[in-house]
Nanobody, 120 residues
Framework: QVQLVESGGGLVQAGGSLRLSCAAS????????MGWYRQAPGKQRELVAL???????NYVDFVKGRFTISRDNAKNTVTLQMNSVKPEDTAVYYC??????????????WGQGTQVTVSS
């Protein structure tokens, strides 16, 4: 059984910073790709950022220059540093993982999600 457990969500003011972390454990030793999706109220779930075990990174346009994704392969963790947050960043953020060779393949594993709320 594989588990992805997120931490670090909460309430932050617009312009502030927040750091999300995710730890993977279980039968899969490591993922080729780890990353973050988010789902805002009334909206579809959307990709935020992905990172491969080799360090290749993919960001969606609306977080470029504000969010930074990183991972520690030895610890099976992935982190999302969120800076200059905006009210529209309010969402449940999900940690994801998969072992496809295609970076943007649909994730096989999802965390339970952590709420991020940005006040204006």
């Amino acid at each position: 059984q594989v588990q992805l457990v997120e931490s670090g969500g909460g309430l932050v003011q617009a312009g502030g910073s927040l750091r999300l972390s995710c730890a993977a454990s279980g039968s899969i030793v490591s993922f080729n790709v780890m990353g973050w999706y988010r789902q805002a109220p009334g909206k579809q779930r959307e990709l935020v950022a992905l990172i491969t075990s080799g360090g290749r990174i993919n960001y969606v346009d609306f977080v470029k220059g504000r969010f930074t994704i990183s991972r520690d392969n030895a610890k099976n963790t992935v982190t999302l540093q969120m800076n200059s947050v905006k009210p529209e960043d309010t969402a449940v953020y999900y940690c994801v993982g998969h072992n496809s060779g295609y970076l943007r393949a649909p994730p096989d594993y999802w965390g339970q999600g952590t709420q991020v709320t940005v006040s204006s």
